[in-house]
Each structure stands twice: as C-alpha cells, then as structure tokens.
C-alpha cells in the first residue's frame, strides 16, 4: 500500500510542476508560450539514467564509468532546464515572473523525477522495471 501513496503522491507533485509551468505561460500578463520548450528537458532528463540501469547489471560497484556518464548528461539535462527560461527572460522574449513560475515549476517536477527514482529505483517487488 505504500507504493501506491507514493504515486500518488508522485502524480500530485508533476500535476503542481506543470501548473506552474502553464501559469507562466498562459497568465494574460505573460501570453507567451516559448517556456514550454522545457519539457523536452522532462522527457529527456530521466533517459540516461534508465539506459544506464539497463546496460549495467552490477549497481554494488562503488564507481561505474557508464552509471557516472549518465548521472552527467542528467545534470546537463536538469542544468539546462533551468537556464532555459533565464536566458528567454534576459533575451525579454519571456516576463520575469514568467522565469520565475517556470523555474518552480521546474524544481517542483525535477524533484518528482528525482522522487521517482528513490522510490521506485530499487530492485524490489514494486519497482518501476515491472511495468
């Protein structure tokens, strides 16, 4: 029972990350849609490390080359989600508060990302491999 309050949980969390995300765009003092390019950093942050876990069988080893690759493209991925919109607001195509609602919409999903990995990583019997 408890894996099923934690996705719940879970699926709150990306619900308020993406309300954010959509606040900043759609709010009539905003009206511009360009801070929605993030979520191509969504769908792609979580991809290397789920290709690592795949390719590498032995998770007790202390160092592993192609499980640190993937823990640095991830931090590329998240990095550059969140200089995405700083970079749309210095460039005034985005509001500043618009940079803003979208940054804590990026910490709020992130952190449900990262959420999902710490409980549902392990190899046990509710583990996000068996879907």
């Known amino acids: 029972m408890a894996g099923i309050k934690a996705l719940v949980s879970l699926s709150f ?17 905003y009206n511009k849609y360009w801070p929605l390019f993030v979520l191509f950093f969504y769908i ?3 991809i ?3 290709i690592s876990r795949r390719v590498v069988d032995d998770t007790d080893a202390a160092s592993n080359a192609c499980k640190e690759l993937a823990i640095f493209l991830t931090t590329g991925i ?3 989600a969140f200089g995405l919109p700083i970079v749309f607001a210095r460039a ?3 509001e500043w508060g618009a940079c803003a609602l979208v940054l804590t919409g990026n910490g709020v ?19 996000w491999q068996q879907w």
């Open 109 to 127: 999903i992130f952190g449900t990302i990262l959420g999902f990995f710490l409980v549902f990583g392990n190899n046990d019997d509710f583990s």
């Open 92 to 94: 005034e195509l985005i």
């Open 78 to 80: 998240v990095v550059s």
């Open 48 to 50: 290397p490390y789920c």
């Open 13 to 29: 969390g990306g619900a308020i990350g993406l309300m954010f995300l959509m606040l900043g765009c759609a709010l009539p003092a």
């Open 44 to 46: 792609l942050s979580p």
